[in-house]
């Protein structure tokens, strides 16, 4: 399971703080677990996290590795808004199960259960995340979204991590005229894959550059793919791969 960083932001500002700066509505924490991300200017990924509350604070769960990231980008956007951003030392657990007391089910997909925070490390957990990811085509940081990642490639909108109704954020414009503009060309796709091939491998079709092999699980995988490419058998490295979904 990829590391996380819990941080919690305080202030009479938070909610509408965040509401011009994140993918999806703010309101949502009210009810649960908010999902969501913050882009560039230009539309492109910067970091996605479940956001919740807790008390009279908001908690934000994101990757470690864009922890320190995160916190620069809020502290440098929040000017005078009245907004304190701190790491706390609180460790993420997530299940598939029965769900404990404080729990709150993952907004991406019902497979991927709940998700609670917790004062210790968790050490129960023998979930085959990566295998659920790809059954669901689930992107993961730092894998399906990285710094050239658009958000509607990946799959946001079906994983509950954008809303086209909430008003501006940073990046919303783009992300807008793809929605409304464009039929999108390319994007995260399931594929089956016989034979060996890494992640990172670059998938041809017929000879031509077809995408980009992801997260594998068995004889399934995650692809990031040129839509008119992928009508047939394509290759990565010594793999046979056909799309799925």
């Not at 995650?222 to 490295?237: C, E, F, S, V």
């Amino acid at each position: 399971m990829t590391k996380r960083r819990i941080l919690r932001l305080t202030g009479t500002d938070v909610t509408e703080f965040l509401q011009g700066l994140i993918t999806n509505d703010i309101k949502g924490v009210e009810t649960g677990l908010v999902y969501a991300a913050m882009l560039t200017p230009q539309g492109k990924y910067l970091a996605d996290f479940f956001i919740c509350k807790s008390g009279d604070a908001i908690l934000i769960d994101v990757a470690e590795s864009h922890g320190d990231m995160l916190a620069q980008r809020l502290s440098m956007y929040k000017l005078r808004a009245d907004v304190s951003i701190e790491t706390t030392d609180l460790h993420l657990h997530r299940g598939i199960g029965d769900p404990p007391a404080g729990a709150l089910p993952d907004p991406r997909h019902p497979a991927l259960g709940w998700r609670c925070y917790a004062d210790t490390p968790q050490t129960d957990d023998t979930t085959d995340w990566t295998a659920l990811r790809v059954a669901h085509q689930i992107p993961e940081t730092g894998i399906e979204l990285t710094p050239d990642t658009f958000i509607l490639e990946v799959g946001f909108e079906r994983i509950a991590g954008v809303d086209f109704r909430k008003g501006c954020y940073v990046g919303q414009e783009v992300t807008a005229r793809m929605k409304h503009k464009t039929e999108l060309r390319k994007g995260l796709a399931q594929v089956s894959i016989t034979g060996p091939a890494e992640p990172g491998a670059e998938i041809t079709a017929n000879g031509k550059a077809a995408g980009v092999l992801q997260s594998r699980a068995g004889d399934k995988a995650l692809a990031y793919l040129r839509y008119d490419r992928a009508t047939g058998p394509m290759q990565a490295g010594a793999a046979e791969l056909h799309r799925i979904a």
